[in-house]
């Protein structure tokens, strides 16, 4: 891998932990809103007499349809068993992805042979946060590790004081936080997606 | 817009995964009991044979049909909506490296802007509205319109040029001079 390709991974990876993923449910619901909006034009447009006056007075349950159905009865029960196996199938993974928490990825060790330091993703996290929370302009700091186990990215929180420079608590960050977590932590590469918002201040008196 | 798709998306699931237990109940049911008498054929869950009855009553032109219909579009367009509003709302500044991304929100940044402006001499009040594109002030204050409009713009301007924004927004500034003693 080129070091060019690896420089926009590791953008994409810390542009991705900056929150959790909804892209599985913007598709479901893309994906019903849809279908019930195309299906209630149609029958809209149906029920209006857009496609013939004769169509929109035939019956809702088409006396033709329930023949087809019954001429092929066991087709018909099989396809409907089916359908409806695989929509059980599908809410219930669906539903389960969608309220599963957020993993927390715990960070292994390798630097000593036949033993396996595991470092618990809390841990880690926390202490992150509180070197953070210590740099100069920043009022208080929250950080937890996620995505998958074997490539973590760290997802920092900070509060910054009013007065705060930006770039250099960005850059303190960086150098004094992060640079030291990467080597402590074994990883070579640590995205990091840090979001920055505005500590509470105690306004000043209005009348002095 | 995230927060309601959060609660939507786990429901519209299971509700789809519950129509599909009811169509294999149903289906399966009516299947391994063809032969029942006539006042025993309902369905186990679903009374379906009345609704068939009453499916078979209407045509597409009976009185409820296109305002069900309309009804469905409606909820289908808003579902759309909300899937394709819910995108992540922030703003981007550059970090000191690639593998950093630095992110915040419209409302730190009119909070930012609004403690910069009411901060100004001569300003007695201020709201303030932003967004990746733009930033709309609107003072009240005591000194003349064109003057308190340049240093609340210059002030502003100086606080975007200390954040390294990815995107620098335009900034626009309304004054009302305020009448009366002080």
Partial sequence: MSAASATSGLRKRARAAVARSAAGDRSLAVLVGGLLLVAGTLVALLSYGVFGAGRSARPLLDPLIIEALRAQALAARLVAIGAGLALAVLGVVWAARSVRPEPRPDLHLTGLPDTRI??????????????AAALPGVGRARARLVGPE???????????ADDAD???????????????ARESLELDALPVAVRLELDAVTPPPRVA | MRAV????????????AAAGVLLVIEVVAAWLRPSLPEAVDDGVVVPWPAWQAELARLTWRSEPVPAVAIVVAVVGLLLVLVGLLARRSHLGLDGPDPAITVTTSPRVLAQ???RRVRATEDVTSASVTASGRRVSVTAQGWSDDQQLRASITARVEELLDQLPLHRRPVVSVTVHERKGPR
């Fill in chain 1, 118 to 131: 595991v470092i618990d993703s809390t841990a880690a996290a926390d202490a992150i946060g509180h070197q």
């Fill in chain 1, 150 to 160: 074997q490539r973590p990215a760290l997802r920092i929180t900070l509060w910054l």
């Fill in chain 1, 166 to 180: 930006v770039r250099a608590v960005l850059a303190a960050l960086e150098r004094e936080v992060l640079a030291q």
């Fill in chain 2, 5 to 16: 798709l959060r609660v939507l998306a786990p429901l519209i699931a299971l509700a789809l």
């Fill in chain 2, 112 to 114: 930012l802007v609004g």
